[in-house]
């Protein structure tokens, strides 16, 4: 089997995502598919009340931010406060970059970073319709982040870190833009088990599916070591296993791969 390119990688992702920003808006946001963290499912905010999501918070966000998208939810755990800068790195459609806005409050700012040029101007039309003022999207990867250094109290980020195929550099350009003290807040798929060969070699459908590109719990720890971070944490949640399951039905991968919180901080 020929082995792709980290771009190649990229350019996989980014198509898969294309595909799901175009057709939820030709579909008026009724298109049916399966309940992959990186797939369009029926019923959003159903989805996305399994993902730990508060009817509220469901009811908060512009419409058509919510794109059912995610493997937890990262805003809740970020504890944000009034005045910080946070940074949403995959924000799709801006939805946790909206609720992220409302508790940072006018005085704070939130800027989305997402590589799909399609799903950065969703999320720009919802903030123009919206009215919402603190947030701003920008085109770019998150290997190399259109972000000056040491400007970005919080980095929240939910099921996208897993779908780089250079996670190191991803830590790394988290860290560079974090100030000191800044730190970290992700929902992200971890591995609890050797991925079988036919799950883990496939580089299209399940790689850009959230599932065959997720790392060990200790390569993740060596990784955010290595870039600098400290007071690292990363706690799985085996309850994802329940809407995991449906990721890939009859492929059982709830009993390889877990959705886990993940915290450090930039000293």
């Not at 009034?82 to 940074?87: F, I, P």
């Not at 036919?198 to 200790?218: Q, R």
């Not at 399951?245 to 000293?267: E, L, M, R």
Request: charged share 20%.
């Amino acid at each position: 089997m020929k082995k792709l390119t980290n771009d190649e990688i990229r350019q996989n992702v980014r198509l898969r995502y294309k595909q799901v920003a175009v057709q939820i808006t030709e579909t008026n946001n009724s298109c049916c598919s399966t309940d992959s963290c990186c797939d369009t499912p029926t019923d959003f905010n159903a989805i996305s009340n399994k993902l730990g999501y508060s009817s509220e918070e469901l009811s908060a966000v512009p419409e058509g931010a919510n794109l059912g998208l995610g493997c937890g939810n990262p805003q809740a755990i970020a504890e944000l406060k009034s005045g910080e800068v946070v940074l949403d790195l995959g924000s799709g459609g801006g939805f946790d970059c909206f609720l992220a806005a409302r508790q940072v409050s006018e005085t704070g700012h939130v800027i989305g970073v997402d590589m799909t040029p399609e799903m950065v101007s969703r999320a720009r039309s919802n903030a123009g319709k919206s009215g919402v003022v603190n947030t701003e999207f920008r085109l770019g990867e998150i290997e190399y982040l259109p972000i000056a250094d040491q400007i970005v109290n919080v980095i929240i980020s939910n099921c996208v870190i897993n779908l780089s195929p250079d996670k190191q550099q991803v830590f790394n350009e988290a860290f560079r833009v974090l100030q000191p003290g800044g730190r970290l807040a992700i929902s992200d798929i971890v591995t609890t088990a050797e991925l079988p060969p036919e799950i883990k070699n496939d580089l299209n459908e399940l790689y850009s599916g959230c599932i065959s590109g997720a790392s060990s719990i200790e390569e993740l720890k060596a990784m955010l070591q290595c870039s600098g971070f400290n007071n690292i944490s990363i706690e799985p949640k085996d309850e994802s296993k329940s809407f995991i399951k449906d990721w890939v039905p009859g492929a059982n991968v709830d009993n390889y791969i877990v959705s886990a919180v993940i915290k450090a901080n930039k000293p």
